[in-house]
């Protein structure tokens, strides 16, 4: 690929491929690289510029492949570390880079480190492994909770403790220890070698703990925490930084950072240390024309004091799909209320017309935008998945009272009419009975489809100078429409207020639904050309 693009992901759009459920090629209910090389040209002509992989290494998958055993191979059931190499090569023919997913809070108990650990004190160091509280050390060393429910220790054979914020397969890694630090910087090498673009960092601001590990005060704000957002973890990233300048042209750091606060949040996107990170912010912002607002404001001035462009997501593999989440009557999202608004009464058709405005509007944002796999087909959560089939490990250690993630995880429909829609084999999450409407196939001829307005909307976006980075200005609007214009006569109308509203003078370059004569519907954006 040429690097005079050298600076792709300050507009980049990326699409998030969850590589267990994207394409199954070899027919086992697990989808695999020979699948998604299959479908390459769907993503070309869907007009993205880069995927994003979630972990592809080997993993027991007690976390779905955030469990890592093996940071320099790929997992068996998804290929080989040859058809990676293809796969990359393939991409880059058809311009499209390639992000993995690289995580370094923690690893796989699985790990050659954690079992050489269990057995060989001079290893525990790369793990935090405590002494018990307690008269026979039976009690956790201190009172942290995995963030997936239950404690945040296990015991092993020996009365030792070790941490683990997420899964009890996920031990988290001591960054205090170089021989860490150094590991993964070979680590980024690896791949950088073998032609990967950027690294997507998994719980970013998590690897840096206060050492003396305190027990969890209440009253003490939320960031930085014994555990999240410490000062000294921006070392750890101008490290890696130092890595990807090494290469011609860079590679992308995107940070995986959930934070409440955006000036903190924007120290990890200093012109040292990371290019960009998810803006959570958005993503989980009610459909409220004030609270996008907002959002669109401080994300802007947050990112602008560092340089930085924003990214827009308004899914993942961790969160209710959006189509799901805008057909309620709470439309936000955030984690631990999950469980109650699961099963809330949905009205889809509402949630999908949103889905198709909000996309319009992510899209003619200023910075990058990303797309996770199946938003393009608005695909609804699978919320009615048996208990039996769950298999995200918050489900089980919640005791089922969170239903976890598998909802928005099920394997994308590609074709016919009932499950495994086009897939050799029932995938690994059981595929609704009335998706077929969902279906690739059924979609790609449809003009009216959401699959449709993703390849209009990303070529338009491509085509159009003025979106992408570079500055947007608010325009007067009536109260609760979102209106702006980028670059040289551009502008986008979100109307958010719940009734029609008079449609601006300009030339219609698309709307995300039927427009009423000189109106904007309730629900719709537009994008025009106004002068
Ligand atoms: C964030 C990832 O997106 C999520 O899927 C995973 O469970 C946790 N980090 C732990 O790796």
């Known amino acids: 690929m040429s690097t005079a693009d050298a600076r792709w992901w300050r507009d980049a759009a990326i699409y998030q491929i969850y590589p267990r459920s994207f394409a199954d090629d070899n027919g086992d209910g697990v989808g695999d690289l020979a699948g998604v090389r299959a479908r390459l040209g769907y993503l070309r002509d869907l007009g993205v510029d880069a995927i994003w992989f979630s972990p592809w290494f080997p993993s027991p998958m007690a976390d779905?492949?955030?469990d890592v055993a093996d940071y320099r191979d790929i997992d068996p059931s998804f290929g080989t570390l040859d058809e990676a190499a293809a796969l990359i090569a393939e991409a880059h023919a058809l311009d499209i880079r390639i992000i993995i997913d690289i995580v370094p809070n923690h690893t796989s108990t699985a790990h050659a480190w954690f079992q050489r650990a269990l057995t060989d004190a001079s290893y525990r160091d790369r793990f935090w492994f405590r002494d018990g509280r307690g008269a026979a050390?039976?009690?956790?060393?201190n009172d942290w909770g995995s963030i997936f429910g239950g404690p945040a220790w296990t015991r092993v054979a020996d009365g030792q403790w070790y941490l683990h914020l997420f899964d009890a397969g996920q031990p988290d890694f001591n960054w205090d220890n170089p021989l860490v630090r150094e590991e993964f910087e070979d680590v980024l090498r690896?791949?950088?070698?073998?032609?990967?673009?950027?690294?997507?960092?998994?719980s970013a601001a998590m690897v840096v703990k206060d050492p003396a590990l305190p027990?969890?005060?209440p009253a003490s704000p939320p960031d930085p925490h014994p555990w999240n957002d410490r000062d000294e973890i921006h070392d750890v990233y101008r490290g890696w930084r130092r890595v990807a300048d090494g290469y011609p042209g860079g590679r992308a750091l995107i940070g995986e950072v959930w934070l409440a606060d955006p000036q903190r949040f924007a120290l990890y996107l200093r012109p040292d240390e990371l290019h960009a990170a998810f803006n959570f912010d958005f993503l989980g912002c009610p459909w409220?024309?004030?609270?996008?607002?907002r959002c669109v404001d401080e994300t802007l001035d947050a990112h602008a004091a560092v340089g930085a462009p924003a990214t827009w997501v308004l899914s993942n593999h961790d969160v209710t799909r959006h189509v799901t989440r805008y057909g309620r009557t709470e439309t936000g999202f955030e984690h631990h209320l999950r469980q109650t608004r699961h099963l809330a009464p949905t009205d889809l058709a509402l949630g999908t017309r949103r889905a198709r405005a909000a996309a319009l509007l992510t899209m003619a944002l200023p910075g990058s935008v990303y797309v996770y796999q199946g938003e393009e087909l608005g695909l609804p959560e699978v919320e009615d998945l048996p208990a039996a089939a769950r298999q995200d490990p918050i489900f089980a250690r919640t005791g089922g009272a969170d239903p976890g993630r598998d909802g928005c995880r099920v394997p994308l429909p590609w074709s016919g009419t009932a499950p495994p829609y086009g897939s050799g084999a029932p995938g690994w999450l059981p595929q609704p009975a009335?998706?077929?409407?969902?279906?690739?196939q059924a979609q790609t001829d449809d003009p009216s489809s959401m699959l449709s307005l993703y390849r209009r909307a990303l070529a338009l976006r491509r085509a159009e100078p003025g979106l992408g980075d570079g500055p947007m200005a608010w325009l007067d609007a009536p109260a609760d429409v979102l209106a702006f214009t980028r670059g040289d006569g551009f502008a986008c109308v979100v109307n958010l207020s719940g009734g029609p509203v008079d449609l601006p003078a300009g030339a219609v370059l698309l709307a995300s639904g039927p427009l009423d004569g000189g109106l904007l519907p309730a629900d719709t954006s537009v994008w025009l050309r106004v002068s």
Not at 190 to 202: E, K, L, S, T
Not at 288 to 293: E, S, V
């Open 434 to 440: 009335d998706w077929a409407q969902w279906t690739v």
């Open 190 to 202: 690896f791949w950088f070698d073998r032609g990967v673009d950027g690294i997507r960092i998994d």
């Open 64 to 66: 779905a492949g955030y």
């Open 288 to 293: 409220d024309a004030k609270a996008l607002r």
């Open 137 to 141: 050390g039976e009690l956790p060393p």
């Open 215 to 217: 027990d969890f005060d």
